[in-house]
């Protein structure tokens, strides 16, 4: 009706517009390159799930189960949740369809997730991931690989300046054993922790680690370190991962205070940060995830994987890269008449289908304002049916961005002519 305002988009869930899609597909199209590259096959989950799925493998005391989740109840009682992340879906599929039953698995994944938060430059409520999921090995060997999977891609892209930081959150009973030592000592500091470290001591110390309020960082300065309780052979491991990344020049750095912010992570975790966003730093993360599948009810697997942010990442492109060519036909028809309208249609789809980007004119128009549009929509080339050669075997071509003039071909012609045009403008 008159008068109404429109209806706007949900805040914190953004529209994708001709003009910046092309860079996400540019992204998309090096994703698969690389993953392939290495052996991953993509999986494609539903973007809703129950939500025992996400308290089970997220952890009920963690801020995206207490506060970000969209969960919702469906006409049969059941409680469901739109995705706030992949790597819980892809290891529920494992299970679900035998892909762990005595196989490793190779995955990568993109697409929408959902959370709850205050949507900020880099943040939304609907976002997107890219990631991968080994399952089924439990070495060094393919926790480097997966890090050169991401160092690969940041490279097919041009993106330089990323920082790697790599940690080791050790075994169940040595991270037990360091929870209540790190506990022990910030409750003789508490009235210097922020807000929400203290309400996190109780129940999930090991998450302090990871505030940023300065304060806190202060008292985490003589916290006991999380190295210090790792058994031998987490220790061993961890440092043959870094033997390997040095044999491929991947450089990290260690960051002892590293830790994920969901509960399924066991051993080996990192992070890739970058000084170039303002406040929102970290670009990819992940680690190890040994007992996932078996927290969701199927056989113990071993399993690592990381997960990469598309938004942040497409702004880096967009800082650091070249910029992304806009798409756009390669060639422009313009009709004039009836008889033009179905000449356009005819030799459009016989372009098309040798391989050719066509847009015709619709709506009819002057010559001028047609060769207006052509001009508009970027296209190398002009094809024109005019009065004179309307129902004839022959088209008028225009060449739009190069040298040349226009000339009368005939149809059998038409292909080559617009060929040769667009490589000489190339």
Known sequence: MAGETNVQSVRGMNDLLPGQIETWQRVEAAIREVSCRYGYREIRTPVVERTELFRRSIGEQTDIVEKEMYTFTDNNGDSLTLRPEATASCVRAGNEHGLLHNQTQRLWYVGPMFRHERPQKGRYRQFHQFGIEALGWAGSDIEAEIIAVGERLWSSLGITGLNLEINSLGSVSA??????????????????????????????????????????????????????????????????????????????????????????????????????????????????????????????????GFACGLERLIELVILQGEETPIQS??????????????????????????????????????????????????????????????????????????????????????????????????
């Open 329 to 426: 036909p390669r060639v422009f028809v313009a009709a004039l008449g009836e008889v033009a309208e179905v000449d356009a249609i005819r030799h459009a789809e016989r372009l098309r289908g040798a391989g050719v980007d066509v847009q015709v004119n619709c709506g009819q128009g002057s010559l001028k304002k047609q060769l207006r549009r052509a001009d508009n929509s970027s296209a190398e080339v002009a094809v024109i049916i005019d009065e004179e050669v309307a129902g004839t075997s022959a088209v008028k071509v225009k060449p739009l961005r190069g040298q040349g003039e226009q000339s009368t071909v005939p149809v059998n012609d038409l292909l080559a002519s617009v060929q040769a045009i667009t490589d000489s403008s190339n």
């Open 175 to 304: 991270r037990a054993n360091y929870r209540d030592a790190l506990k022990a000592y910030l409750l003789d500091h508490v009235d210097a922790l922020d807000a929400d470290s203290q309400r996190r001591l109780e129940r999930n110390p090991l998450r302090i680690l990871d505030s940023k309020d300065s304060g806190t960082q202060e008292v985490l300065d003589g916290a006991p370190s999380l190295s210090d309780f790792l058994e031998s052979a987490e220790r061993e491991g961890f440092e043959r991962l870094q033997q390997l990344l040095t044999a491929v020049n991947i450089r990290f750095s260690v960051n002892t205070r590293l830790v994920r912010g969901l509960d399924y992570y066991t051993g080996f975790v990192f992070e890739w940060t970058t000084d170039q966003l303002g406040a929102q730093s970290a670009i990819c993360a992940g680690g190890r995830y040994d007992g996932l599948a078996e927290q969701l009810g199927g056989r113990a697997v071993p399993a690592a």
